[in-house]
């Protein structure tokens, strides 16, 4: 009797290469404005290292404060990747850190694709506010700057890769 055969496994082509491989860039959606009824974060991811990066194996974080604990909701404006392919949630700290008690984490679906090496993610524009459309004091937030009106590089911006730190500084814990 003949042996069947067994259909070729792929492997996966979105390995990180090294934690240095992905970039953020940021760019602050309404300029030299410190207290707003919506903040409006801008984010670019690039992909310095030599494979590709599946995008749904990664997040960004916006940090911030906020005063008072409410509900919130988050829009995505623009996508290269598709508004459809991107989600916000956000989630409190247990402890409040430097600058921040709070922050936007941002996820890609499968339909995002994968991230070639040297290539952009294009932009992606994102705004939230709070339900009773009170003011925050982005002056005040870790991840906000102000004077970035274009898009810069940016460590306060945090991006894991498969739930690993692999670009930028998380706020420090306050003791």
């Known amino acids: 009797m003949p042996v069947p055969t067994l259909p070729a496994v792929k492997t996966p082509t979105a390995v990180l290469a090294s934690p240095e491989a992905l970039q953020a860039y940021y760019k ?14 801008q984010f670019e991811l690039s992909n310095t290292g030599k494979s590709s990066v599946d995008l749904s194996e990664v997040t960004i974080r ?4 906020l005063d008072i604990q409410q509900p919130q909701s988050y829009w995505c404006d623009y996508a290269s990747v598709g508004c459809a392919n ?6 409190s700290l247990s402890s409040l850190r430097s600058k921040a008690n709070t922050y936007l984490e941002i996820r890609f679906t499968n339909g995002a ?3 070639a090496p040297g290539a952009n993610s294009g932009e992606i524009q994102n705004r939230f506010n709070k339900d009773d459309w ?27 890769y498969k739930g690993t ?10 003791t």
């Open 134 to 160: 009170s003011n925050y004091q982005q002056a005040h937030d870790y991840s906000y700057e102000g004077s970035a009106t274009t898009f810069t590089v940016s460590t306060r911006i945090t991006v894991y």
């Open 62 to 65: 916006y940090w911030y404060m």
């Open 28 to 41: 602050v959606g309404n300029p030299g404005v410190a207290t707003i009824n919506q903040i409006m974060p």
């Open 113 to 115: 694709g994968n991230l």
């Open 86 to 91: 991107i989600s916000g949630s956000f989630v």
């Open 165 to 174: 730190l692999v670009w930028g500084s998380e706020p420090d814990g306050l």
